[in-house]
Every structure is written in structure tokens, then in C-alpha cells.
């Protein structure tokens, strides 16, 4: 019977039976003999470590941002159970940044008049994580729940949509705060740029697509010194990053509706305060340093004028949101194509009445029975503009939008949330 090999290679007859293992050593050695083939050799070699190289880091990188802390029968569970609509005619809303200060107010909002909510947020550490993590336990507590994730996390997005046909996606998910630009520019590049383009894409690409509300700022009025500022005033002049990765959202979100007929609403919101707010606000490290004795830094203007800010009360920008929501068009768009044109609008969302720093941290000294250790420091260059001021008459027009709360209230109820949760007496000493 003859063997496999001369099955393979019959011998011949008048020729000699090829010997294979003694031509393949052959050819092994004419091959590595040749320099040119050990360059060759060499090349493949390298082109192989270096893509090892690059997948290991791309792993690295992508771990980093994306924990798999998502998924299973019991998430996707919690995630349809939290975007259940308990009211005739309701909306099914995801919110990014919902463990965030307005998250977590306009999720409440939401769940409390009957809407489906769920939350996404990645909990970074931009300021301090445990509040967050208390944010999402009082939303657990109303039945809302948080996923724990990125919005760069292009496959955690296309499941959420997957799970839900969320028909609103308010998008307050991002790297907040004008100073923090100079230290982790990065940052914001990653959440208000990089991050927004990968929701967009969600949005899209889902069936049916969200109308999508976000945040833009008022910072994207940057250097102008008309006021108050309108809607259809100029927005090339930021004056930091955050600013120009908002002003940049605004022109990305444009073309999202162009092309694909995502139905968009921007919201420029004017330094918004309360309870549960953020701690890298002024008037929230004023309160602390006030407590504990410490000075505050005042920034004053060229010339000596102080800095004016348009503080806007969070019931009030939550009213805004919700309006926004219940009088955003619907999307156009399915399969990536638009069916025709879908609504682009802008809205201010302020108070319309600047208050002066000094004047601030006068009420503050009223509300918390103790005098502040003022120091006052020339505006260093870091991105802070010196006043904001909102004509909000767009928003009236369109969905009846009316502040309501003047800051003394509203730094009233901010300092009464302050003191229980951080543990202090009315006298200001801590329990
Ligand atoms: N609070 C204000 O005065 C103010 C003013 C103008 C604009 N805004 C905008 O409003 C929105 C909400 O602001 P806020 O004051 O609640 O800030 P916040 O920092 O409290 O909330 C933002 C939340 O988004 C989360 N987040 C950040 N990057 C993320 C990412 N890549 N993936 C998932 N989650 C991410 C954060 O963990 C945070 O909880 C932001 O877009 C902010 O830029 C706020």
C-alpha cells in the first residue's frame, strides 16, 4: 500500500523519487541564506511587535474608560424597569451625567411627573466622587437607575438603544469648569467632544431616533460685551477650552441635524446653583471656606470692577429642560438618513439678573452667621469672563420659560442642603 507521501508525489518511472524532507531543508536554507529575505524576515518581525504593541495599549486605553460594569439579564432588567412611562403620552429619557448636579435634578423632575429615566454617568473624579455616588443613591431611592459607563463607549450606547427606544436623550454628560481646562485640557476634549460625536452617533443610528436636548453654556458668548446676551449674538470669541468645546458641540450637534435629522436643542445655561450642586463652584467652596475660617479668593476685574454672574436657580433651569424636552420636534432620521428637515433651535436658560461676586458672598455671610475672610486678587488669565447676563425671551416665547427664584432664596436652600449634608448646626459647627 503506498504511503501518504507517494500518494501525494508518485515516483515516476526513469525519474529519482523526490526526497521532501531533504528539499524542504534545502529551500529553509537557500531562504535564510538570502539577505534580502532575512531583511524581509526581520521587517515582518518588527511590524508584528509593533502591533502587538498597539492592541495591548489600545486595550489599556479602552479599559481605562470602559470597565464592563454593564450588562446581564439583571441590568438590562433595571434599565427597562427605570425607563418605564407611568403617565399617559409620556417620554422614555435617557440622561447622560445623571449622577452630575443637573442630572440628578432633572432625572427627579422626570421620574416625579410620570417619565421613564435612565441615568449614564462614569462618576470620574473631577470633584469628588461620593457626592455623586449619593446623587445616584437618591435617584436609586426613586427608582431611577445610573448606569455606570462612558458615553465614549460606543458598544454600551447601541445596547442602552437596544434595550430602550428612548424617544428624548438629554445629554448633560461633560467635563464642566472653565479653570480645570489649564490643568486637563484632555479632558475636555474626551467628554465634550470625542464623547458627544460617539452619542451623536448612537442617536443616529437608533430606531427610532431621540430628540436630543444638551447642554451648551453661556460661555460661549466668551469675550462679547453686549448685553444681555442674545441667542443670535456672537459666539467666535471664546475665551477657554471649555468655552470652545461647547461653541464646537453647538456646530458638531448642527450637522447631526443637517444630515442626519436629528431633532436638537441646545441649552447655553447661565451659572446654575443649589442644593447638591458642585463643589468647584464658587459659591459652594466660599460656603465651605466661610465654615471653616478660611479666606476666599475674590477675582476682580481690570480697573478694580467686580465680576457679575447671572446665577440661576436649578428648579428654574430644570423647568427650562423639561420644556425643552415636551416641545422638541421629532427626529427625521432612520437608517442614517434624513427624511426631511428636523428642528435646530438654541435656548438661554439664565436668570436675566447679574449679581456681583461681593454681593454673593454678602448673602452668604447673612445666611451662615459668620463673616468671610475676604481677599480680593486681579482676574488671573484662566478663562473666567467678567459678567454673564441672559435675555431669555426665545425661551419665554416658546415654551413659557420664567425664572422664578432671586439668588437670597435660592443660596437660602443651598445653604440649608449644605449644613445637613455635610453635618453642621445651624451655628455653623459641624456634629
Ligand atoms: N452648572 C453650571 O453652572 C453649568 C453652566 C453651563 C453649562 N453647564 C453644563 O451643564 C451640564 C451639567 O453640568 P453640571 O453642573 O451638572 O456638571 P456635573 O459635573 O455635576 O455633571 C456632569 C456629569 O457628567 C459626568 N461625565 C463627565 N464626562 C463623562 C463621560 N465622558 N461619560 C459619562 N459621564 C460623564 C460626570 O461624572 C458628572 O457627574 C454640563 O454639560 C455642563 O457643561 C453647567
Request: proline letters at 5%; charged letters at 20%.
Amino acid at each position: 500500500m503506498p504511503s501518504l507521501e507517494e500518494e501525494l508525489f508518485p515516483s515516476t518511472p526513469g525519474k529519482v523519487k523526490i526526497d521532501r524532507t531533504h528539499t524542504i531543508h534545502r529551500q529553509f536554507h537557500r531562504c535564510f541564506a538570502s539577505t534580502s529575505t532575512m531583511f524581509l524576515w526581520a521587517l515582518f518581525l518588527i511590524a508584528l511587535t509593533a502591533s502587538y504593541l498597539s492592541f495591548q495599549s489600545f486595550v489599556d486605553t479602552s479599559s481605562k474608560y470602559f470597565t464592563a460594569s454593564w450588562g446581564g439579564i439583571q441590568w438590562e432588567k433595571q434599565v427597562r424597569n427605570s425607563a418605564l412611562i407611568r403617565r399617559p403620552a409620556g417620554m422614555s429619557v435617557l440622561v447622560t451625567g445623571a449622577a452630575g448636579f443637573v442630572g440628578t435634578h432633572v432625572s427627579l423632575a422626570l421620574q416625579k411627573r410620570g417619565d421613564g429615566v435612565v441615568g449614564l454617568d462614569n462618576f470620574n473624579s473631577y470633584y469628588d466622587p461620593s457626592l455623586k455616588h449619593a446623587r445616584k443613591k437618591l435617584l436609586a431611592d426613586h427608582g431611577v437607575f445610573v448606569v455606570d459607563g462612558d458615553i465614549n463607549d460606543a458598544r454600551l450606547l447601541a445596547k442602552l438603544f437596544d434595550v430602550v427606544a428612548f424617544s428624548h436623550v438629554m445629554h448633560l454628560a461633560a467635563q464642566a469648569g472653565v479653570r480645570y481646562a489649564l490643568e486637563n485640557p484632555g479632558s475636555y476634549v474626551h467628554s465634550n467632544v470625542a464623547g458627544l460625536v460617539t452619542l451623536l452617533e448612537a442617536c443616529k443610528a437608533a430606531d427610532p431616533q431621540p430628540a436630543v436636548v444638551w447642554a451648551s453654556s453661556s460661555s460661549v458668548y466668551g469675550l462679547n460685551s453686549k448685553t444681555p446676551f442674545s441667542e443670535s449674538d456672537r459666539t467666535d470669541q471664546p475665551a477657554s477650552l471649555y468655552a470652545a468645546t461647547k461653541k464646537a458641540g453647538e456646530e458638531i450637534t448642527h450637522t447631526y441635524n443637517h444630515i442626519h435629522g436629528l431633532s436638537i436643542t441646545g441649552l447655553r445655561f447661565f451659572t446654575v446653583y443649589g442644593p447638591w450642586g458642585r463643589p468647584d463652584m464658587a459659591y459652594f467652596f466660599f460656603t465651605r471656606n466661610i465654615l471653616q475660617g478660611k479666606p476666599i479668593t475674590i477675582y476682580r476685574g481690570k480697573d478694580r470692577v467686580d465680576l457679575a454672574r447671572d446665577f440661576t436657580y436649578i428648579d428654574d433651569v430644570v423647568k427650562g429642560c423639561l420644556g425643552s424636552l415636551d416641545t422638541a420636534g421629532k427626529s427625521t432620521g432612520s437608517g442614517g438618513k434624513k427624511r426631511g428637515p428636523a428642528p435646530y433651535r438654541i435656548f438661554n436658560l439664565g436668570n436675566t439678573s447679574p449679581v456681583t461676586v461681593p454681593e454673593l458672598v454678602g448673602i452668604l455671610e447673612k445666611q451662615l452667621k459668620v463673616k468671610a475672610k475676604r481677599n480680593y486678587v486681579e482676574m488671573p488669565g484662566n478663562g473666567d469672563v467678567p459678567f454673564t447676563h441672559a435675555n431669555v425671551s426665545l425661551a419665554r416665547r416658546e415654551f413659557g420659560y420664567k425664572p422664578t427664584t432671586d439668588l437670597q432664596t435660592g443660596l437660602k436652600k443651598f445653604v440649608k442642603w449644605y449644613m445637613s449634608y455635610y453635618g453642621y448646626h445651624q451655628h455653623g459647627k459641624r456634629v
